[in-house]
Structure formats: C-alpha cells, structure tokens
C-alpha cells in the first residue's frame, strides 16, 4: 500500500492487484455484459431525468455520438451491485484523509473550475448530503459500466461536474488483456495533449486502479475483443441535459477555431493601428529595412500562408503579416498579442 501511495502522488494512480474475488468479479461481468446492439439489463441502468421536466430514460452513452471516442457505457444505479458499494464506500473512507492533505493541489489542478470545499467529510454519505445542497444541486448518480469493442477508445478526459468534487476516482477491469481482448491500455496524464508524460498501465481481472480526479485519462484503441470495466465516482452530479447529447464534429470544432483565429487576426489588424505601415507593394525587404530603422531586430525570414494572411516573418519576438490587401502588420508578440 506505501508503494501505491508513491506511485499515486508521483504518476497519479496506483493499483491495488487482485482486490476483487473472482467469483465477484465473474458476477459483475455478466451482469454488465451485452451485445453490440442491445446493452445490459434495464434494472442496471440509472433513469434519472437529467432536468426536473423530463421523462426518467435509461442514462446510456454512445461516445460516437459525442465525438468522444467509441464504445458505450451507462450510469449505474445507487446503491452499486455488490461488493461495489461496500469497496468504494472503504475506498473513501481510506482516501478522504489523503484528500485533505492534497485539496489546495486538487484546487489547483482543476482552476479555473471552482472547487466549494475546504475540506473532505470523513464518509461519504456527508459528501453525498453536500452534492444535494450545493446550488445547482448535484443528485445523479455518476458511476458507470463501460463497454469496448474492436476499435474502441476514450479520449482524454476529466470527469469535472458540479463544484462538489473528489480528488480521486476508481476503476474495475472486468476483462484481462491478452485474455479478452487485445490493445485498450488504460492511461492517465497531467494535460488533455501531454502524450510525452503520459502513463499507460496493463489491467487485469479483479484489479482496482485509483487515479486522480485533476489529471486527464482516457483508453489507447482496442486491437481485438471486448473489454468491460466499471469505473466509480465518490461525488454526485449535476448534469443538466442529456449526456448522450451529440456533441461538435471534428470539422465543426475545426472550422470554428478557423473562423475564430480569422477574426482575431482581423480585430487585432483594426486594433492596434499604430503598429501598422501602410506599404501598399512595398517589398518584404524594404519592409524589413524600416523595421530596421526602429532598431527591430530580425532573426531570418519564415513564409507560410495563413488563411487571408500570409505569415512574411516570425519569431520570438516579432510578427510580420501581409493583408490580401497589401497591408504590412508588424506585432511584437507578447505586446500585441
């Protein structure tokens, strides 16, 4: 247990080995277990109405759907098929202290989203009597069963809802790799892009894997078989529309960013007319000779086009822009911008 503690204030998770009973683990798996088109039984699945106005829906997620990754999991109901809800309630109970003396780093890891607390209630069920008194209130279950085939992966992730948050989160394999299926490394890391500091660990049957809740984690594609797991939150939610919502394709989000950066860039040329010559066919090497004049200094030429703008010169300190309209923007960057 010292060993994983290390391993949890170091890499951000720790894995507890063969935690769970076979048979347990047996149980749990062909209670969760389901095929490609119909997915598990419906005494499983939480149907909490996500708004006060809606009809109770069996709470299932297709990542898809969401631009999330590919796969399938549901909410669970509470109370957790057992052992689930005695283990996560001893869980708590074990780490609730180590959360105490790590919320400032919690807090900083998650700013700029608030955290409400200053401190952790030794049990659970105060932290669950807090969820329900925080404004909005914070009532659904948040626990889930996961299903992946051929293909499926989960992208990089934090499970951030609502401003009562705990600092860690629990994960149960149901299948073993090599065993079920192939590929489908379970992988934490400090940053939604930070591949390069990225940990990846090997799961198995019975394992229980606590990480932290501030880091980013995900599942690298699975190569062949089903892989099932259940993974448990100690915090309830305060979701407030459906999560099965569809989310922004990648070419929307993509050329949302475009449009963004054009109109940026626009503002950013209407804005800061001081720092503009108006050198309607003037040479990029007269360009440069002006510059020179104002004891700029230059480091080398870059050419590359950027939508309207072509991009003449770039470095750490200075940035050259030619308008469609054979207009010179000269930024020093960190000034302008």
């Given at each position: 247990m010292?060993?994983?503690?290390?391993?949890?204030?170091?890499?951000?998770?720790?894995?507890?080995?063969?935690?769970?009973?076979?048979?347990?683990?047996?149980?749990?798996?062909?209670m969760v277990k389901g095929d490609l088109?119909?997915?598990?039984?419906?005494g499983l699945i939480d149907c909490t109405p996500s708004k006060p106005d809606e009809l109770p829906a069996m709470r299932i997620v297709d990542l898809k759907a969401m631009n999330f990754g590919y796969g399938k999991f549901a909410y669970l109901r509470e109370p957790l098929p057992s052992p689930l809800n005695a283990l996560r309630e001893a869980l708590y109970v074990a780490l609730a202290p180590v959360a105490n003396a790590q919320v400032e780093m919690f807090r900083a890891e998650i700013y700029p989203k608030q955290l409400a607390l200053e401190s952790?209630?030794?049990?659970?069920?105060?932290?669950?009597?807090r969820c329900r008194a925080a404004s909005p209130a914070q009532r659904l279950p948040t626990s889930i069963a996961l299903r992946y085939c051929p293909g499926g992966f989960m992208e990089a992730?934090?499970?951030?809802?609502?401003?009562?948050?705990?600092?860690?989160?629990?994960?149960?394999?149901?299948?073993?790799p090599g065993e079920d299926y192939?590929?489908?490394?379970?992988?934490?890391?400090?940053?939604?892009?930070?591949?390069?500091?990225?940990?990846?660990?090997?799961?198995?049957k019975g394992d229980v894997v606590i990480f932290r809740s501030g880091l980013y984690h995900g599942l690298e594609e699975l190569t062949?078989?089903?892989?099932?797991?259940?993974a448990m939150q100690f915090a309830l939610s305060?979701?407030?529309?459906?999560?099965?919502?569809?989310?922004?394709?990648?070419?929307?989000?993509?050329?949302?960013?475009q449009k963004a950066a054009e109109e940026d860039e626009a503002g950013s040329l209407a804005q800061q007319g001081s720092a503009f010559m108006a050198c309607e066919g003037m040479s990029t090497h007269a360009v440069c000779q002006r510059l020179r004049a104002l004891k700029v200094n230059l480091r080398g030429p870059l050419s590359l086009p950027f939508g309207k703008f072509e991009i003449l010169y770039l470095d750490e300190e200075i940035r050259i822009i030619r308008t469609g309209q054979g207009w010179y923007s000269v930024n020093r960057r960190g000034v302008f911008g």
């Amino acid at each position: 247990m010292a060993e994983g503690r290390r391993t949890l204030d170091s890499e951000g998770f720790m894995v507890l080995r063969q935690l769970l009973k076979p048979d347990s683990v047996e149980r749990l798996h062909e209670m969760v277990k389901g095929d490609l088109d119909s997915l598990w039984p419906d005494g499983l699945i939480d149907c909490t109405p996500s708004k006060p106005d809606e009809l109770p829906a069996m709470r299932i997620v297709d990542l898809k759907a969401m631009n999330f990754g590919y796969g399938k999991f549901a909410y669970l109901r509470e109370p957790l098929p057992s052992p689930l809800n005695a283990l996560r309630e001893a869980l708590y109970v074990a780490l609730a202290p180590v959360a105490n003396a790590q919320v400032e780093m919690f807090r900083a890891e998650i700013y700029p989203k608030q955290l409400a607390l200053e401190s952790f209630p030794e049990r659970m069920c105060d932290l669950w009597e807090r969820c329900r008194a925080a404004s909005p209130a914070q009532r659904l279950p948040t626990s889930i069963a996961l299903r992946y085939c051929p293909g499926g992966f989960m992208e990089a992730h934090r499970d951030l809802q609502g401003t009562i948050m705990f600092p860690f989160q629990a994960m149960c394999p149901l299948s073993s790799p090599g065993e079920d299926y192939e590929g489908g490394h379970f992988f934490v890391q400090p940053g939604k892009r930070d591949v390069d500091r990225q940990h990846c660990q090997d799961l198995f049957k019975g394992d229980v894997v606590i990480f932290r809740s501030g880091l980013y984690h995900g599942l690298e594609e699975l190569t062949s078989g089903t892989r099932y797991a259940i993974a448990m939150q100690f915090a309830l939610s305060h979701l407030t529309e459906s999560p099965s919502k569809p989310r922004q394709t990648w070419e929307q989000k993509m050329a949302m960013l475009q449009k963004a950066a054009e109109e940026d860039e626009a503002g950013s040329l209407a804005q800061q007319g001081s720092a503009f010559m108006a050198c309607e066919g003037m040479s990029t090497h007269a360009v440069c000779q002006r510059l020179r004049a104002l004891k700029v200094n230059l480091r080398g030429p870059l050419s590359l086009p950027f939508g309207k703008f072509e991009i003449l010169y770039l470095d750490e300190e200075i940035r050259i822009i030619r308008t469609g309209q054979g207009w010179y923007s000269v930024n020093r960057r960190g000034v302008f911008g």
